[in-house]
C-alpha cells in the first residue's frame, strides 16, 4: 500500500524528532558505566599525570569511574591506534600530547589516520620547552649560542629524550631559524639526557620546565631561554628564544580525543565538564607547576590546533629529513 506523500513526510520527521531525543537522553544518561583514558606512555609521565588530574574530576563530577590505561610504545601509535577502532559511544578516549600530529609525518605508514579517526572533545594545556645548556656552556644568552654554535659548526651535541620527540623537533627547528649546524644525540628518555648535560657530555637540550626547573635554580643547568610566545610565570627573568630568533615559537600541548563518529552530544558534555575543571582553582595550581597555559575552549578550538600543529611540525621533520627510528 503507498501512503500518502504527506504521511511519508510526517512519519520521516517523526523518526528524526526520534533519533534526537534518543541521542539527548544517551548523552543525559552518560556515562553509565566505566570509562577508559587511554594513554600512550608509561606511568609517571606528563601525559599520565594529566589523564588521571582529568580523570579524578570526571570521576567526581559524572558519579562514574575515568580509568586511565596505559598501553606505551611505537611513540605512542599504539594507543593512538586503539582508540581511533574503537566503538565511538564515549567509553574510549585518548589523552595526548603533541606525539600524535608529529607521528603524521615522522612515519610513513600507520594503520589510521589520526586526523580523520579522532574526535576532538578539549585541548587541556599548551606548555613550553627550556632551552636548557650544560655549565661547560660559555654562552650566557641565545645570541650568544649561536655564535658559539657557528664558529664550530657540527660538532655540538644537542641532546633529546628520543628521536623525533617534541623536544627533538623542536631543536631542529631552532637549527633551522638560527642557521646553526648541531648533531642530534637522541636518549630513552629525558632524565638520561640531562644527567650527560649537566656532565657536559651534550651541550644543549630542549626540555620541560617542570623536568628542569629544580637543575636551572641549583646552576646544574643552565636556562638561556623559553620557546613558548611569551615568557613563563614559573621562570619570569628568562627570555623567550623569540627575542633572539625572531618568530620562533614551538610549545607543546594535551588535550582529549576520542573515536571518530562519538555522538556530538557526548562531546559537548565531555567537553563542558572538563572545561569547568580548568576553571577550577584547585586543578588551575596544579596545572601551573607544569609550567604551560591553560586551554579549554570548544572541539572546534582543539581541532583546529591539531591541525595547525599537525602542518607546523611537517614542514620541520620535511626539512631536517627525520625518519622514524633514524639518528640524526
Not at 627547528?173 to 642557521?179: E, I, Q, S, T, V
Not at 615559537?249 to 582529549?256: H, M, P, Q, T, W
Not at 559537548?268 to 576553571?279: F, S, V, Y
Amino acid at each position: 500500500m503507498k501512503l500518502p506523500r504527506r504521511t511519508v513526510v510526517h512519519l520521516a520527521a517523526a523518526a528524526a524528532a526520534f533519533q534526537v531525543v534518543s541521542r539527548v537522553t544517551w548523552a543525559e544518561n552518560y556515562p553509565s558505566r566505566p570509562v577508559r583514558i587511554i594513554v600512550g606512555f608509561a606511568p609517571g609521565g606528563g601525559t599520565d599525570l594529566l589523564a588521571r588530574l582529568m580523570g579524578q574530576w570526571l570521576s567526581d563530577r559524572l558519579a562514574q569511574q575515568f580509568v586511565v590505561e596505559n598501553r606505551p610504545g611505537a611513540a605512542g601509535n599504539i594507543a593512538t591506534e586503539s582508540v581511533a577502532r574503537a566503538a565511538p559511544d564515549g567509553y574510549t578516549l585518548l589523552m595526548i600530547d603533541s606525539q600524535p600530529a608529529i607521528n603524521v609525518t615522522l612515519f610513513d605508514k600507520l594503520n589510521f589516520d589520526f586526523i580523520r579517526d579522532v574526535a576532538p572533545v578539549v585541548g587541556v594545556l599548551r606548555v613550553s620547552t627550556v632551552m636548557a645548556v650544560s655549565p661547560s656552556v660559555p654562552a650566557k644568552t641565545v645570541s650568544e649560542f649561536i655564535a658559539y654554535a657557528k664558529a664550530s659548526p657540527g660538532k655540538l651535541g644537542m641532546a633529546s629524550p628520543g628521536n623525533g620527540s617534541a623536544p627533538h623537533l623542536t631543536g631542529e627547528l631552532f637549527k633551522m631559524m638560527a642557521g646553526v649546524d648541531m648533531f642530534h644525540v637522541p636518549y630513552r628518555g629525558g632524565a638520561l639526557a640531562m644527567t650527560d648535560l649537566i656532565a657536559g657530555q651534550v651541550q644543549v637540550l630542549f626540555i620541560g620546565p617542570s623536568a628542569s626547573i629544580e637543575y636551572i635554580r641549583t646552576g646544574r643547568l643552565r636556562a638561556l631561554a623559553v620557546t613558548s610566545a611569551n615568557r613563563l610565570d614559573l621562570l619570569p627573568d628568562i627570555p623567550t628564544v623569540s627575542e633572539f630568533v625572531p618568530g620562533f615559537e614551538a610549545s607543546g600541548f594535551f588535550g582529549i580525543v576520542g573515536p571518530k563518529n562519538t555522538p556530538s552530544e557526548i562531546v559537548k558534555r565531555l567537553n563542558r565538564e572538563i572545561n569547568a575543571g580548568l576553571a577550577d582553582p584547585k586543578i588551575k595550581a596544579r596545572l601551573a607547576d607544569y609550567g604551560g597555559t591553560v586551554l579549554g575552549g570548544s572541539p572546534a578550538d582543539f581541532d583546529r590546533l591539531i591541525a595547525d600543529e599537525t602542518e607546523k611540525w611537517a614542514r620541520v621533520i620535511r626539512f631536517s629529513g627525520i625518519k622514524a627510528g633514524q639518528e640524526k
